[in-house]
């Protein structure tokens, strides 16, 4: 994804004015409508389109899942999974994903973030030694660095720049890969998380990651 830059144009006024007003029903600024208008123009992807294109994709293949339903508002830069919890007075987690305005190399594309919303001292516990579980056995298994911070209701983790497991190709991945690796890491981090509640220790978690990670095509 490119870089912006800062450019100085002449404009009518009334092409203005008539970009503002179409601005604020998009629920965008003036400098990205504009970028939008030239860049189709031209046939060129802003990366706002990008992100919208891996955002929609993703929300097509959490349509298919019964344990995560996606809500995403098209031209945003998040989007949120809701998933429900076997456990008393059944709580929610939202999934959220915020990717960034440029994709680099070497740098973070965005951030996965677990809200949790509840109560109770006792699952708020169990979440906890989850999260900090998930950090060690990725330290130790995943061969790139991220970060994590956790609160008392959140739960982040840095998604990295994705790469081909495996691969010599250095090419960036399309919208689908993206969408893809992302949806399938989410989709682990829930289906680990609700074995964990139902009893399954850290071993049983680590082979869980393992044997998720022997069949990953793009790491993030």
Same mark, same amino acid.
């Given at each position: 994804?490119?870089?912006?830059?800062?450019?100085?144009?002449? !404009?009518?006024?009334?092409?203005?004015?008539?970009i503002? =007003?179409?601005?604020?029903?998009?629920?965008? @600024?003036?400098?990205?409508?504009? +970028?939008?208008?030239?860049?189709?123009?031209?046939?060129?992807?802003?990366?706002?389109?990008?992100?919208n #294109?891996?955002?929609t %994709?993703?929300?097509? !293949?959490?349509?298919?899942?019964?344990?995560?339903?996606?809500?995403f %508002?098209? +031209?945003?830069?998040?989007? &949120?999974? /809701?998933?429900?919890? *076997?456990?008393?007075?059944h709580?929610?987690?939202?999934?959220?994903?915020?990717?960034?305005?440029?994709?680099?190399?070497?740098?973070p594309?965005?951030?996965?973030?677990?809200?949790?919303? %509840?109560?109770?001292? $006792?699952?708020?516990?169990?979440?906890?030694?989850?999260? /900090?579980?998930?950090s060690?056995i990725?330290?130790?298994?995943?061969?790139?660095?991220v =970060?994590?911070?956790?609160? +008392?209701?959140?739960?982040?983790?840095?998604?990295?720049?994705?790469?081909?497991?495996?691969? %010599?190709? @250095? *090419?960036?991945? #399309? *919208?689908?890969?993206?969408?893809?690796?992302?949806?399938?890491?989410?989709?682990?981090?829930?289906?680990?998380?609700?074995?964990?509640?139902?009893?399954?220790? *850290?071993? &049983?978690?680590?082979?869980?990651? =393992?044997? #998720?990670?022997? $069949?990953?095509r793009?790491? !993030?």
């Amino acid at each position: 994804m490119s870089k912006k830059t800062l450019y100085s144009l002449m !404009l009518s006024e009334d092409v203005m004015r008539e970009i503002d =007003a179409l601005a604020h029903r998009m629920g965008t @600024n003036r400098s990205n409508l504009v +970028n939008l208008i030239l860049a189709e123009r031209v046939e060129v992807k802003t990366p706002e389109q990008q992100i919208n #294109d891996i955002f929609t %994709t993703m929300e097509q !293949l959490f349509s298919t899942s019964r344990e995560l339903v996606p809500l995403f %508002t098209p +031209n945003t830069q998040r989007v &949120t999974v /809701r998933s429900s919890l *076997a456990y008393k007075y059944h709580p929610t987690l939202r999934y959220e994903v915020e990717l960034e305005h440029g994709f680099y190399p070497g740098e973070p594309i965005g951030t996965l973030m677990v809200n949790f919303r %509840t109560q109770s001292q $006792g699952l708020l516990e169990l979440l906890g030694r989850f999260f /900090r579980c998930l950090s060690r056995i990725e330290d130790r298994l995943l061969p790139m660095d991220v =970060a994590y911070t956790m609160d +008392n209701a959140r739960f982040t983790r840095t998604l990295s720049y994705p790469v081909k497991q495996n691969s %010599t190709d @250095n *090419a960036p991945l #399309d *919208a689908e890969e993206i969408s893809k690796a992302i949806t399938d890491y989410v989709s682990l981090i829930d289906k680990m998380l609700k074995a964990c509640i139902g009893g399954a220790d *850290a071993a &049983t978690l680590t082979d869980m990651y =393992a044997a #998720d990670l022997a $069949g990953r095509r793009v790491l !993030l």
